[in-house]
Structures are given as structure tokens and as C-alpha cells.
């Protein structure tokens, strides 16, 4: 893949109000085209969610690095990456902090990231299978949490297991459309900011979406494109 397609990609993040300057590099870093099914490789600089498989996305990149660019790490932090995917996202934050936790809930799709990680240089980041609402406790307390998929309401299993000071970024709403929010932990309980509306598919999970709520919401539904 071409430097002028990452080039161009950087300067449309930098149009619609991407300004972390480490965000920016981080995706510079990061062979988006090694995260894409190869039949989509040619697609891989468009600032488009793409299909993965198994009814899963690798995100937009404008989303990617706007939910970063609001997490605003400074590069010592432990972070837990929900809903792997493709694997991307994860190491995106493997160039932004210290030590990166993922977690999927379709095995098939853990193997290709860990794959894909590794054959990138990430092999460092850790991916777990489960219940992403849940998190990996194991492994917390954590600095930031990003979540890549919609839930109805910010889970409280990831928010417990926030370090003090610690952000959770993640989409709230429904499936005709979210609102990203990012909650911080604080002695008075949790602190949330809305930011920008967008669109993911959901996160399905016991703390998340059941796969039946989130169809019966969808019924009215009209479609259009997932971060």
C-alpha cells in the first residue's frame, strides 16, 4: 500500500478535528491494510468501516482515532481494548500506551487478530476470548478503557474495573445510533461527557446487548454504514 494513501487518510482525520498529534502517528504506524480481508485491501485507506466477517467491522478510522484522541493517553497506560475484531484498534493502542488487554467474543476472530498482531510487530498485546462486557478483571485495574461497539448503557463491569482517574470511552444508544461517551471514575462516582454521534454494531454480552434486543430494535431501521 502506497505512503500517499496513508497520507491522504491523515490529512481527512486532521480536516474532521483530529488533533493528538500521537493519535495521528500511531496511525501512521500502523499497516491498516495487514487488518482488511485481502479482498479488501485496496479499500484499506478509505475512511470507511469495512466487513471483517462473522458480523463484525474493523472500525472507520475517523472513529478510531477520535475515540482515542478523547481516551488522551500519554503513553505509560494500561488499556483494555474491547471487541478486537480484526485486531486493529489494539494496536493503534499499542503504539499509544504502555500495555494493551483485548478481549473478543468469537474465537475465530481472536485467532486472526492474534495472527495479524504478531505478522505486524504487536505480539505483545494480549487477546483474550469472552464476554467483552465483562472485561478481564484478571488483568485490571486499567487507565483507559476503548470500546468498539455500542452498548445500551456504559457497563459496569468496565467502569469497576477503571483505575481511579481512569476513562471509559464508549458508544451509548441504540442501533439507529449512538452517542459517544466517555466516563471517567472519580471519588463522587462516574463522571460522563457526550461527545460525537456515531454508529457501531453492538456489543453483545451480559452486560451489552442480547443478540434478540438489539434485532428487535433494529426492526424500524433503515441501515447505512458502522463504524
Request: charged letters at 25%; aromatic letters at 4%.
Amino acid at each position: 500500500m502506497s505512503s500517499s494513501s496513508r497520507t491522504r487518510l491523515l490529512e481527512r482525520l486532521r480536516r474532521r478535528g483530529i488533533r493528538d498529534e500521537r493519535v495521528l502517528t500511531a496511525i501512521a504506524r500502523v499497516p491498516r491494510e495487514a487488518f482488511v480481508p485481502e479482498e479488501l485491501r485496496d479499500s484499506a485507506y478509505a475512511d470507511n468501516a469495512l466487513p471483517i466477517g462473522y458480523g463484525a467491522t474493523i472500525s472507520q478510522p475517523t472513529m478510531v482515532a477520535r475515540l482515542l484522541q478523547e481516551l488522551a493517553l500519554k503513553g505509560g497506560e494500561r488499556v483494555l481494548d474491547v471487541g478486537t475484531g480484526s485486531g486493529y484498534q489494539a494496536a493503534v493502542l499499542a503504539e499509544l500506551a504502555a500495555e494493551v488487554v483485548s478481549i473478543e467474543r468469537v474465537p475465530e476472530l481472536a485467532v486472526q487478530a492474534r495472527a495479524r498482531l504478531a505478522a505486524s510487530g504487536y505480539a505483545d498485546v494480549e487477546v483474550h476470548v469472552g464476554d467483552g462486557t465483562l472485561g478481564v478483571p484478571e488483568r485490571a485495574p486499567y487507565d483507559a478503557i476503548a470500546v468498539a461497539a455500542a452498548a445500551p448503557e456504559p457497563p459496569p463491569p468496565l467502569y469497576g474495573q477503571l483505575a481511579p482517574g481512569g476513562r471509559l470511552a464508549v458508544p451509548v444508544g441504540g442501533r439507529r445510533g449512538q452517542r459517544l461517551e466517555i466516563v471517567s471514575r472519580s471519588e463522587s462516582g462516574p463522571a460522563v461527557v457526550h461527545s460525537i454521534s456515531c454508529r457501531f454494531v453492538p456489543l453483545i454480552g451480559e452486560a451489552g446487548f442480547a443478540p434478540a434486543r438489539w434485532k428487535d430494535r433494529s426492526r424500524s431501521d433503515r441501515g447505512g454504514p458502522r463504524c
